[in-house]
Each structure stands twice: as structure tokens, then as C-alpha cells.
């Protein structure tokens, strides 16, 4: 699998990288910046409480060898109500550039590529909770999400789904949790 791609911005060169642990101070740091330090108040990030990041999908974009952007993912469920069936999903967040470099393309070149990566891995559907304006343009929509409930969350019409594989929607439906490993039931797509 690639471990990079390169953009070219005028005379700057953009590459996308895997995040490694180096990145963290400075991705905390871009995301501060970008949705302020309130931001782990949001319900969205109690899916991620207690939960690592799918390591393989999380990149950075970097402008002449210094952050200006991260995308991470997240392993997180769709418990049904009725027979409390669980679907592993992907949360896609947070998604960050530096406003400084917004409009060049990092945050479509950061989405793109970790989707084709998260297929290539067999995941089939990811969430997020997001401007559904700009997130249309990578296929997310509330269509795919009508069936699912993320707890806390004031505007259900943000929670978006995208299907990385082609009619993954149809089994999304149910009460957004955090995942983890150790938990009974934990279904993967067939």
C-alpha cells in the first residue's frame, strides 16, 4: 500500500503521510486551531473515549515537511434496538487543515485517500458528523444515515454515512457506540 502522496501547491510540495506518534503535539495543536479548544465537548467525542485510531487510516498533510493537516478514523458500532445486532463502522474525525492552506486540497486529498485505503482494508461504510455541504462532495449523505442515532448530538442532520462499498447502507441502522475489540458481538461485514 502507499504510505504517501505528494500534491504540488505553487512551489510548495504537499505530501500525505501516515500519522505517526511524532505528530501528535502538533495535530492537537492544528486541531485546537481549526475547532477550538472546546471542541472534545461535542458528542462525537464520546464515540472516541477509550478507543484508539485505526492507525493505518489516519494521515497527515504536510506543506515542506511541516503539519498542516490530519484526518483521523475511528472503530465505532450501530447497535440495533430491536436484536441488538452490532456493525462495525468507521467514524471518519476529525478532519483539519490549517486555515492558512484551506482551499488547496488537502482536505480532499486527505478524505480520498484514506477511503480508498479503508476499502482496500474491507471496511464498507464510515460516518461522520460534518457540514453536509462540503462533505457531499466525497458522498456522504443523510440519506445513507436516516437509520442511525449518534446520543448527545443536538442536530441529527450533520450525522452523515458514506458507503465505501456499494449498498453497505442498508444494514446501518441502530444506536451509534464506541467499539472496541474486547466487546461480545463485535460483527464485522461478511
Not at 477550538?36 to 472516541?48: F, N, Q, T
Not at 494521515?59 to 430491536?82: C, K, M, N, Y
Not at 436484536?83 to 478524505?111: C, K, M, S
Request: proline share 5%; charged share 25%; net charge neutral.
Amino acid at each position: 500500500l502507499f504510505t504517501w502522496l505528494s500534491v504540488v501547491r505553487a512551489s510548495e510540495m504537499i505530501e500525505i503521510r501516515a500519522e505517526r506518534p511524532h505528530h501528535a503535539e502538533n495535530i492537537e495543536r492544528l486541531l485546537d486551531t481549526v475547532f477550538g479548544e472546546g471542541r472534545r465537548s461535542k458528542a462525537v467525542y464520546s464515540l472516541r473515549n477509550g478507543v484508539s485510531p485505526i492507525e493505518e487510516l489516519c494521515h497527515v498533510a504536510l506543506v515542506d515537511g511541516e503539519l498542516h493537516g490530519a484526518i483521523r478514523f475511528w472503530p465505532i458500532q450501530a447497535v440495533s434496538t430491536g436484536t441488538q445486532r452490532r456493525i462495525q463502522l468507521l467514524l471518519l474525525g476529525p478532519l483539519a487543515v490549517d486555515p492558512v492552506f484551506q482551499g488547496a486540497g488537502i482536505g480532499r486529498a486527505l478524505v480520498e485517500y484514506s477511503l480508498i485505503l479503508a476499502g482496500w482494508r474491507g471496511h464498507r461504510a464510515a460516518v461522520l458528523v460534518g457540514d453536509p455541504a462540503y462533505y457531499s462532495r466525497f458522498h456522504f449523505d443523510r440519506a445513507g444515515a436516516r437509520e442511525l442515532k449518534l446520543p448527545g448530538e443536538a442536530d441529527q442532520e450533520r450525522l452523515l454515512l458514506r458507503e465505501i462499498v456499494r449498498g453497505a447502507a442498508a444494514d446501518c441502522q441502530g444506536t451509534l457506540v464506541s467499539a472496541s475489540a474486547e466487546m461480545p458481538g463485535l460483527m464485522r461485514y461478511p
